[in-house]
């Protein structure tokens, strides 16, 4: 299977004033197939990840880039919103033939801007994405030189497990695909040296392979 087509969390990081900001595309992750208990229904879907530029946050002494977050289904159905959104930010719609399938690759380190508004709800407050826009004509963006994809069924992106946050790690964790995928072997496999090595132990990682593996 291809990739073919919030809130950060953390109540000690200040939230963005509302407003429009620069931003690029640092991450494609994966979800795998994840249930609704709002709509009911089961569906694959991904989480893509911006990083807004100008912005920072110090995490434990250590200043990284503000990220921003939105979660999509797979489908470029004529109602849905991954087609709206990137309708907005590429300023025009899809043909026929991008229909057919769209590489979701191809936005993975391009540049749009994002409407962010700030909001309260149970007495806190919350940054979320109201919407997406291109680049004004003839502005430029720095293009991003650590951006990853994380694809459930691709062993070759499994290394990019620990550069996701961890709140999407446990969101991917409860895909109804997630124990019988390639992805599980590995984390637990990285779960185990991550564990050995607070121990002051060995433990080699490795990538499992089976005849068992969908692929």
Sequence with gaps: ????ASDNGGASIPKLEGGVYTAISSAIVDLGIQKSEKFGKVQR???????IQGEEVEVNGEKLPRTMSKEYGFSLNEKSILRKDLQAWRGKAFSDEE???FDLLTIL???CQLQIILEERNSK???????????PKGMIATKLDNTYYLDITNMETF?????VP?????KIKKAENYEESGLRQYVDQYEKQIKAN???????LEIVESDDLPF
């Design 1 to 4: 299977m291809s990739m073919i």
């Design 45 to 51: 879907r991904f989480m893509l990840i911006w990083n």
């Design 99 to 101: 229909l057919k399938g």
């Design 109 to 111: 380190n391009k540049a």
């Design 125 to 135: 407050q919350y940054n979320n994405i109201a919407g997406i826009m291109s680049l």
């Design 159 to 163: 290394n990019n497990w620990s550069k």
């Design 166 to 170: 961890t709140w999407i790690q446990a």
């Design 198 to 204: 607070e121990e002051g132990q060995d433990h080699e």
